[in-house]
C-alpha cells in the first residue's frame, strides 16, 4: 500500500511539474512574441502607423519591382490590374507578406470590387483587415458612384480597411463627389506629363481641393508619379537637360505637396531604378521628409506673405490661380515648435533661369537653423531675406532656446 501511495505521489508531482513547464513555456512565448511585435515595430517591418493616421510617405513597386522594398516604405503599392479575382485579391496580400510586408495598400482595380460577393469570397479565404492596409481603387475612375459602391461592398466585410485612389484630374467631375468613396486620395504632380500644366500646377491642385477633403476627415497624399521625360534626362528641356535638375524637380514637387498641405508623399517607384536621377532625387530627400514630418502631420500651417524683389514675381497655376515665385508657410509641431517651409514655385524656363531674392515677412524674431544647408539666419525685424533658385527650397527651424515672440 505504502508503495502504491508512493506511486501515486510521483505521478501527481510528474503531473504538477508538467504543467508548470507548460504555463511557464507559454508565459515565455507570450512574451518573446510580443518582444518580437515591439521589436517589428521599431525596425519598420510592422506597419508603424494606425489606421486613420496618414503615414509619412509611402512607395509603390510594380509586380517585380522589389528592389525598393529595403528603403522601408511605409505603403507599397503592389500589382496592377484591369480586372481581379478573389483568389489574386487574396495573392496579391501573400505576395506582399512573402516580401516582407506585413501590412500594405493592396494594388489592384477591377469592376468585381464592387459586388458584395467580390468581398465575401475574400473574407472567406480567411483574410481579415488585419492582413492589409487597404485598397487601391481602380486608376482614374471617373464615376464618384463607382467607387462609393466599391467602397460600400468592402466596408461591409472588412470595416477597418482603407479606400484610396489617384485625383490628379478628373474632368468635369467635382473632385469633392468622391469623398463619401474614398479614405485616402492621391493628388499626383504630373508636371511634364502634362506640359500644358506648370511646375507649380501640383501646390495648385492641393490647395484648391484638399481643404474639403481634409474637413471631411480625409487624408491627402501627393504622388510623385512621373512618367516619359519626366525622368530622364532630355538636352533637348532646360527644366530637365542634367541629372542634377531632374532629381532636383523630384525633391522640389514632394515639397511643393508639404507646402500645398499633403499630409503624406506617395512615391511612384516602378518607372525608375535604383540608379535613375528620380530615384536620387526621393531616396535623398527621404531622411529630409521624415526630420519635417512632425510638423506636416500636426497640420498647423499659415501662408506667409513674400516680397519678390527679382526675377519672375509670379506664376498662374491653375487651378491654384495667380501664386508668388516663392511660397512660404509656418508650421507648428505638437510642441509648439515653428518652422518656416519655403519653395521657388519655378522651373528654370518659367525663371528664365534667374534667380529670385524674396522676403518673407510675419516670421517670429530669434535664430533659425537653414535645414540641411550647414547655415543659420537671424531674424529681428520679423522677416527672412534669401535667394531662391529655380526648384530650391529652404526650410528655416526657428532654435529651441528662442522664444519665438516678434
Known amino acids: 500500500m505504502k508503495n502504491k501511495d508512493s506511486l501515486y ?4 508531482t510528474s503531473a504538477v511539474l508538467i504543467c508548470f513547464l507548460i504555463l511557464g513555456s507559454s508565459a515565455a512565448l507570450a ?3 510580443q518582444n518580437a511585435s515591439q521589436n517589428d515595430s521599431l525596425t519598420g517591418n510592422e506597419f508603424p502607423y494606425p489606421r486613420g493616421i496618414a503615414p509619412a510617405y509611402g512607395m509603390m513597386g510594380w509586380e517585380t519591382g522589389t ?3 529595403e528603403d522601408n516604405a511605409t505603403l507599397v503599392h503592389l500589382g496592377w490590374k484591369t480586372s481581379i479575382t478573389p483568389q489574386q485579391f487574396v495573392d496579391n496580400i501573400n505576395r506582399g507578406k512573402e516580401l516582407g510586408i506585413s501590412k500594405y495598400l493592396v494594388a489592384t482595380s477591377g469592376p468585381q470590387m464592387a459586388s458584395e460577393s467580390f468581398w465575401k469570397s475574400v473574407k472567406d479565404m480567411r483574410v481579415t483587415d488585419n492582413d492589409f492596409y487597404g485598397v487601391y481603387f481602380p486608376d482614374e475612375e471617373g ?5 462609393i459602391t466599391m467602397r460600400t461592398a468592402m466596408k461591409k466585410y472588412f470595416p477597418n480597411a482603407v479606400a484610396g485612389d489617384y485625383l490628379g484630374d478628373m474632368a468635369n467631375i467635382d473632385d469633392e463627389e468622391f469623398i463619401p468613396g474614398l479614405d485616402v486620395c492621391y493628388f499626383t504632380t504630373y508636371t511634364k506629363f502634362h506640359p500644358e500644366r506648370p511646375h507649380a500646377w501640383v501646390y495648385g491642385n492641393l490647395i484648391a481641393n484638399a481643404p474639403e477633403w481634409k474637413k471631411a476627415g480625409r487624408t491627402v497624399y501627393v504622388t510623385t508619379e512621373a512618367f516619359g521625360q519626366a525622368i530622364e534626362v532630355n538636352a533637348s528641356d532646360p527644366d530637365l537637360d542634367t541629372e542634377q535638375k531632374v532629381a532636383d524637380r523630384h525633391q522640389s514637387q514632394i515639397v511643393m505637396g508639404i507646402l500645398g498641405g499633403a499630409q503624406g508623399v506617395f512615391s511612384y517607384a516602378y518607372k525608375y531604378a535604383a ?8 531616396a535623398d530627400f527621404k531622411p529630409k521628409y521624415e526630420q519635417v514630418w512632425p510638423w506636416i502631420i500636426n497640420g498647423d500651417r499659415m501662408l506667409l506673405t513674400t516680397n519678390v524683389t527679382s526675377g519672375t514675381r509670379s506664376i498662374n497655376s491653375d487651378p491654384g490661380g495667380t501664386i508668388s515665385a516663392v511660397t512660404a508657410y509656418m508650421f507648428t509641431d505638437a510642441d509648439g515648435r515653428r518652422l518656416v517651409a519655403s519653395s ?4 528654370f524656363t518659367e525663371a528664365d533661369c534667374t534667380a529670385n531674392n524674396a522676403t518673407i515677412a510675419g516670421v517670429p524674431n530669434g535664430t533659425y537653423d537653414v535645414l540641411w544647408e550647414n547655415r543659420t539666419l537671424t531674424v529681428t525685424d520679423g522677416t527672412i531675406k534669401d535667394t531662391w533658385q529655380p526648384y530650391e527650397y529652404h526650410f528655416y527651424q526657428l532654435k529651441a532656446n528662442d522664444t519665438g515672440n516678434k
Open 9 to 12: 505521489l510521483m505521478f501527481f
Open 31 to 33: 512574451s518573446s512574441e
Open 67 to 69: 528592389q525598393f522594398l
Open 143 to 147: 464615376s464618384p458612384s463607382t467607387l
Open 275 to 282: 540608379d535613375t536621377p528620380n530615384y536620387a532625387g526621393w
Open 344 to 347: 521657388s514655385m519655378l522651373d
